[in-house]
């Protein structure tokens, strides 16, 4: 695997890379056949032997935050060593910019044990959606077109889900977020929707909201062009056409509706009436008036959402539909390839809840599943944080799954699809190898590569969501990557507590010095300040003070290595006995002195 970039990558894109052996002792080779999945500019597998000098040019191109792990380095390389790797699935994931992903500790352990070894290598993952293969992300999909230079992202993204939602019908309540792997794709295949949004941001219809305005402008382009923009026209200037022109009907029923809240139009509604309206006016039959009821609301009276009559719907060059035909092709394919010695058939697949029930059936003796680690990926699954990460669900010759249950069982608890890649034909042995893959703790995205202290606040932030986010009902749950990402974003003062809790570490643990500080700024600016610069620094306390009564406890759990709970609880106790009774006056120092 000389020239990653070069070869392999073509070779992985027709479908047949195969490895060759080099160096020491024989190597069992085989080809990846791609079935599905194989967009010029989509995810590319093959199967490359690894040398010593290949595993150090691509550790040259690794994240800069990726750190080793001694452990797993030395299982690695032990196995190397005597002849026990085994080719399991896991790939090796390089992004479109040549970016290491993953993979560090393996291709360590190949330089340790002087020896080349079998892997699958993922290519061309796209760098700004999927920051590492543990699915921590900016906190939208919005962010990851900004990265981009895109222009009116916000905007960009919220048509882009309307239309999804409209297209699958599923505008109704508790719809789901389209996966950012599907709007990614959808957005690359429809170009005229970022035209369409700047069209309808320059618009003079600002009566109807911009969050309507552009999916509406967007579907009615596509039908009748001409009719739209009277439409919308009619809706900005109504005085300028009769008082029976759709858009000026719909403006009306906007203008009556939007000064009480209770009979504000949701954005549903008028989305749903604006498409009957327009429909009129494509079909020049204008009504006196239009309606629409909810059918989730008033099952009784209620209709399903409207269509636009002559809209073909997004271009989605996606996954092939679902339909038996295609289902019962994959199979034979499958099957037909499965059968071939050193062939290992992979496909990109779209998993609805059935199909990962049924991939469950064939879930023979493996691990127990825990429920924290379900719960997680449904959560993500659920808000529309997924994203095909290149790490493939994997079966064995006999049709056994070696690896994946916890993502199948996502799926079925979160009721709705995911695409994975999904491999064949591999050894039965590689069964034992899953459980010495180096686990990873939170991480954060690509824009903290560089910062010291991301352990730190990864802790941190998953203290503040086990005390403040946690789901109800939930046990022994833990934050997301995703969610992780979310609450350093969403609360910058823990991103610049971790200074304090660094220099505070002979009192306790920094995560949770730097939490705590945070929550005792949060509940009082003014007083929570002043208890912890005084915890900090010890200065001009009087004997027997609290917070030097603090200082000496914590000093003394830290010792003992106390339970991050324990030390937390101890100083939210003290600083609540401090609120109650600050007794400023023998700290030298009234409230509200700067």
């Known amino acids: 695997m000389a020239r990653v970039t070069g070869t392999a990558r073509r070779t992985a894109r027709r479908g047949t890379a195969t490895a060759q052996g080099m160096g020491a002792g024989p190597q069992q080779g085989g080809r990846i056949v791609q079935l599905q999945g194989q967009a010029a500019d989509g995810p590319a597998f093959s199967i490359e032997l690894v040398t010593p000098a290949t595993a150090t040019e691509l550790l040259s191109r690794k994240r800069p935050s990726a750190g080793d792990n001694a452990t797993a380095i030395a299982a690695y390389a032990e196995a190397m060593r005597e002849g026990r790797w085994i080719l399991n699935g896991m790939p090796l994931i390089l992004s479109r910019g040549g970016v290491l992903l993953d993979g560090v500790q393996r291709l360590r352990a190949c330089i340790r044990a002087g020896v080349p070894f079998l892997t699958v290598l993922a290519q061309n993952i796209p760098d700004d959606v999927l920051h590492t293969i543990d699915q921590q992300r900016r906190r939208s999909f919005a962010g990851v077109l900004e990265a981009r230079g895109i222009p009116h992202a916000h905007a960009l993204q919220s048509a882009l889900v309307k239309l999804i939602r409209y297209d699958d019908g599923k505008m109704l309540r508790g719809a789901g977020t389209a996966s950012w792997s599907r709007m990614d794709r959808v957005l690359r295949a429809n170009p005229d929707l970022e035209q369409a949004v700047k069209m309808s941001l320059e618009s003079e219809a600002t009566a109807l909201s911009e969050a309507v305005r552009t999916p509406l402008l967007f579907m009615g382009f596509r039908v009748d062009k001409g009719a739209t923009r009277r439409f919308l026209d009619a809706i900005a200037w109504p005085e300028k056409h009769s008082p029976m022109e759709p858009g000026a ?3 009306d029923l906007i203008d009556i509706t ?7 139009l949701k954005p549903v509604t008028l989305f749903a009436l604006c498409i009957k309206a ?5 079909a020049g039959e204008p009504q006196r008036s239009y309606t629409w009821i909810d059918r989730t609301a008033n099952p009784t009276k209620g209709e399903e959402f409207p269509a636009l009559a002559g809209y073909p719907g997004l271009d989605d060059p996606g996954m092939e539909s679902e339909t038996e035909e295609t289902a019962r092709s994959l199979q034979e394919a499958v099957e037909r390839l499965a059968s071939e010695e050193n062939v290992f058939p992979l496909a ?10 049924a991939y469950l059936a064939h879930n023979s003796r493996n691990r127990k599943i825990v429920a924290a680690h379900v719960d997680a990926i449904a959560r993500d699954i659920r808000a529309g944080n997924w ?23 996502a799926v079925l608890q979160a009721g709705e699809a995911i695409e994975v890649p999904v491999m064949r034909g591999l050894p039965e042995e590689a069964y034992a190898t899953y459980d010495i893959h180096a686990k990873k703790g939170p991480q954060l995205g690509a824009a903290f590569d560089h910062f010291g202290d991301r352990p730190l606040i990864a802790a941190a932030a998953v203290l503040l969501w086990k005390h403040e986010l946690k789901p109800a009902g939930t046990r022994n749950a833990k934050p997301t990557p995703a969610e992780v990402m979310r609450i350093v974003e969403q609360h910058p003062r823990l991103l610049e507590m971790r200074t304090f809790g ?5 009192f306790g643990r920094g995560s949770v010095l730097a939490y705590a500080a945070y929550c005792i700024e949060r509940d009082d600016p003014e007083l929570g300040r002043i208890f912890v610069e005084r915890f900090e620094s010890g200065a001009d306390l009087p004997r027997g003070h609290l917070i030097l009564e603090l200082r000496k ?26 609120k109650e009774k600050p007794d400023l006056e023998r700290l030298g120092r009234p409230r509200g002195e700067a």
């Open 502 to 506: 660094r220099k505070m570490i002979e």
């Open 249 to 251: 009907r719909i403006r």
């Open 348 to 357: 990109i697949e779209s998993i609805s809840p059935q199909q990962a029930e």
């Open 258 to 264: 939007r000064g009480d809240p209770a009979t504000r």
């Open 553 to 578: 406890r914590m000093q003394i759990l830290r010792r003992e290595r106390t339970s991050q709970e324990e030390q937390l609880r101890e100083l939210l106790q003290a600083w609540a006995r401090f």
């Open 387 to 409: 994203m095909m990460n290149a790490q493939p669900i994997c079966f064995s010759r006999s049709g056994r799954l070696l690896n994946g249950q916890h993502r199948l069982s």
């Open 278 to 282: 327009l429909n009129a006016t494509i």
